[in-house]
């Protein structure tokens, strides 16, 4: 049999890394419930003209097709390369049994064929929060909804992440105040400055976007402002533009600002960063990027916001506000530098060693005893010297071995558990014996430095 070679960009984790990751799904999931919001889970195939984008079928998306169908039949499904889309489709098609506003998380696979690279896999997890309204969709969600994943991110053993919001209003407004025609391609210019000098953008300005010079210099200005508070209004302000867009675009960051900064501990930063645009044909409000300290490489590992029609049909439209983070995104580049680990492979808390091959039914009652309470374990695999039982439950990374004697003389059973990691042996009733509550499952190692986390 030839040697089997990994599939690029299809990541797939061993049993200890799983157990992390599955404790990183399951704390976003259960701060997510604290704040209300009902877990749901889509189809992973849609439409292939409900995946393009503007009419263009985007070259990333994955078709499914059958390999018996007719070789000039052409692909009508793909497989979703995001959460959005589905959820958009999935409010229009149930929009009669949702309680608006609906407020929903989901934590699934996408798959996008774009070329793998560290941070960017053809299959990865991703765990989006949003809000949608039925034709409108109040302010206080745009707070609400930054402040459950600041919150849920808050939680996470991993190193210090950073959130650091704009509004496109704000953006928008500035720049119709300056006078600026195009606004949409001034954004795009000025979203190189994370690749070219600013003399560089601001000449693209005037030669590309038709700014003057001066215009250029006011929006280079706007992009550099960068404050852990509420200060860049009187900053923005101080640049001498005036348009109500402006205004209520300042107001609204200022008020997402507050907001998280109130729900953040001190592994979570909130910054307003006026160079932030994210999605230039959807996004209408509020919006966010999600950076993680010591791994900017990878970019943002999280964003989202505000998008005024999420889904239409036509009648009504459901305006929402949501936030997504990349799982897979953050997690494999962690457990890759051995940033995180995950304590045992295996579920088992305890090994019920076994003395002879006659005594599996007892041993096999004390394990039914243990997992009556809820507490995960196995019996040895065959019977052995206990030495070897206990090197066996050391490799499985199982921290108790249970041993069954009986009194030879008096048939009396005496029950005993053994630390294998202090080598404490002590006297044990498997109808009551608990093991400490940080044994009871596999749990997430941490080795990033505890003032970063």
Known sequence: MSKISPLSGFPELLPAQRAVEREVIASLSRTFELHGFANIETRVVEPIERLAKGGEV??????????????????????????????????????????????????????????????RYRQ????D???????????????????????????????????QFNNRKLIQGFYRGLGIDDVTDAIRVIDKLDKLPPDEVARLLVERVGTTPEQAQRCLELATIRVEDTSFVEQVRALGVADELLDQGLEELAAVVEGCRAVAGDRVGVEANLRIARGLDYYTGTVVEIFMDGYERLKSVGGGGRYDALASDGRTTY??????????????????????????????????????????????????????????????????????????????????????????????????????RSGEQLDADPQTWTPPAADLRPGTISSYPKENQ
């Open 124 to 127: 990865f997890t991703q765990a």
């Open 319 to 420: 305006p929402g506000v949501g936030v997504s983070f990349g799982v897979s995104r953050t997690l494999l580049p962690l457990l890759a530098d051995g940033v995180l680990a995950g304590s045992r492979p295996v579920p088992s808390v305890v090994l019920v060693a076994l003395n002879t091959e006659e005594d599996r039914a007892a041993s096999t009652q004390v394990a039914a005893a243990l997992r009556d309470r809820e507490i995960a374990c196995e019996v040895a695999p065959a019977p052995a010297k206990f030495g070897k039982q206990i090197r066996f439950a050391e490799r499985r990374g199982i921290p108790y071995v249970w041993f069954v004697q009986a009194d030879s003389s008096t048939g009396a059973v005496r029950h005993q558990v053994k630390d294998i």
């Open 129 to 163: 929060v949003d809000v949608v309204g039925r034709d409108e969709l109040p302010f206080h969600h745009d707070i609400e909804v930054m402040a459950v994943m600041v919150d849920a991110l808050g939680r996470l053993p991993i190193p210090r992440v950073s959130f």
């Open 58 to 119: 985007d070259k990333e998306i994955y078709v499914l097709q059958r390999i018996a169908a007719e070789p000039d039949a052409r692909a009508e499904l793909g497989l979703h390369f995001d959460l959005t889309v589905p959820f958009a489709r999935y409010v229009l098609e149930h929009a009669g049994h949702l309680q608006f506003p609906f407020r929903r998380y989901q934590v699934q696979p996408a798959w996008r064929g774009e070329r793998p690279q560290e941070g």
